[in-house]
């Protein structure tokens, strides 16, 4: 058994949700840090769950004509059922429903009670439903809203237990100024120092008013806020009050992956009741940034929420895996675009490794009968490759200690292109007819050394395509069960036979694949979820908006605008510029003299310092694959009002 234990943890999901691509991000990050510290020796313990109390669940179960737990059984199977599609190896799936943990909630409860950390009080305040938490005056948005996701505010007064947690606010500034990484990444680190200085109050960790939670012990008229009970999953999982043994072992080593947006709750309140329990705070909380698809904020009503079996299904999970982690880096925010995924694949995953392991395979099996041969001496180019594996190695991990999964990626892929610049500098097809045949041999024996190292990287991140290329070079088991530190230039065993299989990443037809996308579109319909259109208006207020026959008769570029153009809209009457994000869609040709609808009535904007007067009307997918401009199907007169 390993000496070094590493205990990773995600948030645990709320029920009365989906799973999306943010869900999906957090988990595939954490399950590639599990993967990797397992296979740098580690003992690893890699938790993932869900939360299943609180006043949304109750309110949307009472909607279904369902009981709390019935809800929270049925909608917890999408997450397990994601984790297996996308090949998470998590230890342990906690339900905050379960008896194990609902007991370390009261006792805890009760111990915190007992040494006077938690004391009853009355709450007076603002609080969000949605978000399930008590909004200080401070931070309300316009007209009494939330901050986070903006829906109206309650005013709500309530007998409450409160959690001392002034009392232990200095002891945590003094833990993370001795910690400089127990909050990432730095700006996080920076955000939550501030915040702690600014003042930690005390907690109201009960509610009175919602039934659908774990009692208070004693006191059953109150139940456990949903934040309290939540965060102690994490000791749950890791068998506190239960197994002494492992709480030892993994707690001195604990390591949360959230969302920026439930990071106060980690790195402020978690800890300080860590600290209250005579427990250490986490080693490391890292927060990572939020999903846009598109350059646009994901939404039911948009019709634009990432699926993650989809993707998977369409793309491969492996693929998936990589395109989420390579594409921003950890901690920031990120754009998701199908269009930037099928670019990852073509260029990264089928053009520079594919075409590593498709290469040397074939030219193996032309030259050597598929064996890789035993080396002879190594050149200066041979002895430059070992170096750089080597300082692959050590790179990677020096990344990867810093849940930098982007630039980890990085430094693989530099060897994965340092080793197709090494078969165009050596020519192994040159030396397979010319010779010398002694330095082909080891010009192959060299490839296979890098693809055995590229094979060992890649595992945590893209487990079954590692698998895949581990058996086309004719290596034993996977390589997941070797460890990475263990590796050994030169001990790649000659001999072994090669099996020259598929290609890893066939490459994706452009074409074809915007034809299949809109296929998918379509059959999905794209259409905003029931229940989420707009408001409805009066005939009155539709009235107010004034649209008219145009017709383009100029468009122009605008200097250094990616998107826009800038067009002459003749209505009949006057002729107007407006400014419109068709470039991406239209030519210019395809544009001009076209019949559009126009809005004719907003006020004007300036966009890119160009004065638009006026809209065009335009359908597409969330995702703005395709775009069409409405347009009159007969020859009606400019300037037109469309009633």
């Known amino acids: 058994m390993s000496e070094k234990s590493f205990y990773i943890t995600t948030p645990i999901y709320y029920v009365n949700d989906i799973p999306h691509i943010g869900h999906a991000y957090t988990t595939i990050a954490a399950d590639v840090m599990a993967r990797y510290r397992r296979m740098t020796g580690y003992d690893v313990f890699f938790c993932t769950g869900t939360d299943e109390h609180g006043q949304k669940i109750q309110q949307s179960a009472e909607k279904k004509g369902m009981t709390a737990k019935e809800l929270a059984d049925k909608t917890m199977e999408n997450f397990r059922r994601l984790w297996e599609v996308l090949n998470i190896s998590n230890d342990d799936f906690i339900r905050t429903t379960e008896e194990r943990h609902e007991k370390v909630v009261q006792a805890i409860f009760k111990k915190l009670m007992d040494q006077g950390d938690i004391y009853k009080g009355t709450y007076e305040g603002w609080y969000c439903v949605p978000c399930e938490t008590y909004v200080p005056e401070s931070s309300m948005g316009e007209n009494k809203t939330c901050p986070d996701c903006k829906r109206p505010l309650q005013k709500m007064e309530e007998e409450s237990y409160f959690f001392r947690a002034s009392k232990y606010a200095d002891q945590l500034l003094e833990y993370y100024e001795k910690n400089l990484k127990a909050v990432m990444p730095k700006s996080r680190y920076n955000e939550i120092v501030s915040f702690i200085r600014s003042g930690v109050r005390d907690q109201s960790v009960s509610r009175t008013s919602i039934?659908?939670?774990?009692?208070?012990?004693?006191?059953?008229?109150?139940?456990?806020?949903?934040w309290f009970d939540a965060l102690i999953n994490y000791l749950t999982a890791c068998g506190y009050m239960k197994d002494d043994e492992k709480i030892r072992k993994f707690w001195p080593n604990v390591h949360h992956l959230v969302g920026k947006d439930i990071i106060r709750f980690h790195c402020v309140i978690w800890p300080i009741m860590l600290l209250a329990l005579g427990l250490n705070p986490p080693v490391s909380v890292f927060a990572h940034g939020w999903w846009t698809v598109e350059g646009e904020k994901m939404s039911k009503s948009k019709g634009n929420v990432v699926d993650p079996f989809e993707m998977a299904d369409?793309?491969?999970?492996?693929?998936?895996?990589?395109?989420?982690?390579r594409e921003v880096p950890f901690g920031h925010d990120g754009d998701f675009s199908e269009q930037a995924m099928v670019q990852r694949i073509n260029s990264d995953l089928a053009n520079d490794l594919g075409n590593l392991l498709n290469r040397t395979l074939q030219m193996v099996k032309n030259f050597r009968d598929g064996v890789i041969p035993a080396h002879r001496d190594f050149e200066e180019v041979d002895k430059e490759i070992e170096t750089l594996i080597q300082t692959t190695f050590s790179d990677v991990e020096e990344r990867m200690s810093n849940f930098a999964f982007d630039d980890a990626l990085k430094v693989i892929w530099a060897l994965i292109r340092r080793g197709n610049k090494y078969i165009d500098e050596t020519m192994p097809w040159k030396l397979g007819k010319e010779g010398p045949q002694e330095r082909l041999d080891t010009v192959f024996f060299v490839l296979a050394e890098i693809l055995r190292a590229t094979g060992l990287l890649v595992a945590p991140f893209m487990p079954w395509t590692a698998e895949k290329l581990w058996k086309q070079l004719g290596l034993e088991g996977t390589p997941e069960k070797h460890r990475i530190p263990a590796f050994s230039f030169g001990s790649f065993p000659a001999g072994t036979l090669t099996t020259k299989g598929d290609v890893l990443f066939p490459r994706i037809d452009i074409a074809k694949w915007k034809e299949e996308k809109a296929e998918r579109e379509a059959k999905k319909g794209n259409a905003p979820d029931p229940g989420n259109h707009e408001e409805q208006i009066p005939i009155d207020d539709f009235a107010k908006v004034e649209l008219r026959v145009g017709k383009i008769v100029s468009v122009e570029e605008i200097p250094k605008a990616r998107k826009l153009?800038?067009?002459?809209?003749?209505?009949?009457?006057?002729?107007?510029?407006?400014?419109?994000?068709?470039?991406?869609?239209?030519?210019?040709?395809?544009?001009?003299g076209k019949r559009i609808i126009v809005v004719v009535n907003l006020k004007p904007a300036k966009l890119c310092g160009v004065e638009s007067r006026g809209m065009l009307l335009a359908c597409g997918p969330a995702d703005k694959s395709v775009l069409a401009l409405l347009t009159p199907d007969k020859e009606i007169p400019l300037g037109c009002r469309i009633s």
Do not use: A
């Open 565 to 592: 153009y800038k067009l002459l809209v003749d209505l009949g009457y006057e002729k107007r510029t407006i400014v419109s994000g068709l470039k991406e869609h239209f030519t210019q040709e395809e544009l001009l």
């Open 314 to 325: 369409v793309y491969g999970v492996d693929p998936f895996r990589y395109f989420v982690l």
């Open 211 to 226: 039934k659908w939670g774990i009692p208070v012990p004693g006191d059953e008229k109150h139940v456990v806020y949903v």
